[in-house]
């Protein structure tokens, strides 16, 4: 039997249309829609199906990509697909507590609508994320500690692939030192601001009255959280971790070492794009599992297919 994790992209990987071909063959999918928009108060047909510039701005895009990532997970259960273990990627994370039965579809959406507005409004004037290529997590994190200013890690992803992230100067100042210290290259990422920094601690502080708000239930499938890269126990942790995740390095790749090791040999990316599993095949280099993903239609007979159904 395989041991499958559902795992979940983060802001970036989304495009118009995304979901549509599941949306016009699945009821379940409208379903979810519906709750979304009635929990956000959004048209997410016309911000996930037609151009529109909505979808590329923070507080569209989270609740668009979660509408979108819980819906294809709908189908794989419906399906008869499940998971053992979940985790999701910065804002995939709350894909990953619906999937665990942490939280409803309603607060999810909910809160990630909220997420985001927060996240928008907590940009600062000032602010960059930065992609250091071809360095490890250690050296890269020395550098932004020896730096003036605000600048942190914001992604380990992969190796050789990990992100910075805070007050533009230092991220600038960081990068150069880092350039000297052998990364192969440092490139300024198009993002509206320095997310998963201290400079988002505000938006953290928002969130969390937000969260004051929705039920945590039991854990029903063992998930992991970004802040730790370790699995959540205690469901009482679960609003405190969501705060600090804003603010907090991603620990993807960490994350994903630790599901390997645990004997996870299949992982199901839901949701848009493939940057999980491009991730993948840099963090499991040994190929201890196959990972799949549902982005379209077609990607599903594929899975099935893969998992002997």
């Known amino acids: 039997m395989s041991k499958i994790a559902f795992v979940f992209p983060g802001q970036g990987a989304q495009y118009v249309g995304m979901g549509k071909d599941f949306y016009d063959a699945y009821p379940v999918c409208k379903e ?52 053992d273990v979940t985790a999701g990627l910065s804002l995939g994370e709350y894909g990953a507590l619906v999937a665990a039965g942490v939280l409803s579809k309603e607060d999810a959406f909910k809160v990630v609508r909220n997420r985001g507005i927060y996240m928008q409004e907590a940009v600062p004037t000032g602010g960059a994320m930065t992609a250091v290529l071809g360095l490890d997590g250690d050296t890269i994190k020395n550098v932004c500690d020896a730096t003036e200013g605000i600048v942190s890690v914001a992604n380990y992803n992969c190796p050789g692939q990990i992100v910075i992230t805070g007050e533009e100067t230092a991220v600038d100042a960081a990068s150069e030192k880092l350039k000297e210290a052998g990364a192969k290259r440092c490139v300024k990422l198009k993002v509206s601001g320095p997310f998963h920094s201290d400079m988002l601690q505000g938006a953290g ?89 549902v982005d379209k239609l077609e990607d599903l007979a594929k899975v099935k297919e893969a998992l002997g159904l």
């Open 32 to 83: 979810v829609f519906e709750t979304a928009k009635k929990a956000s108060g959004l048209d997410l047909e016309h911000i996930c199906f037609e151009e529109n510039e909505e979808i590329n701005i923070t507080e569209y895009t989270q609740i668009a990509m979660l509408t979108v990532e819980v819906a294809l997970m709908e189908v794989l259960l419906k399906e008869g697909i499940t998971p």
């Open 205 to 293: 502080e928002k969130l969390a009255k937000c969260l004051d708000e929705v039920t945590v239930s039991d854990i029903q499938v063992p998930y992991l959280t970004n802040v730790t890269a370790d699995y959540v126990t205690d469901k009482n942790q679960v609003k405190a971790l969501l705060q600090k995740q804003v603010s907090s390095s991603v620990k993807w790749q960490q994350s994903v070492e630790k599901m390997l090791a645990d004997g996870v040999d299949t992982f199901i990316e839901i949701g848009p794009g493939k940057t999980l599993s491009g991730f993948m095949r840099k963090i499991d280099k040994e190929k201890k599992a196959v990972c799949l993903n």
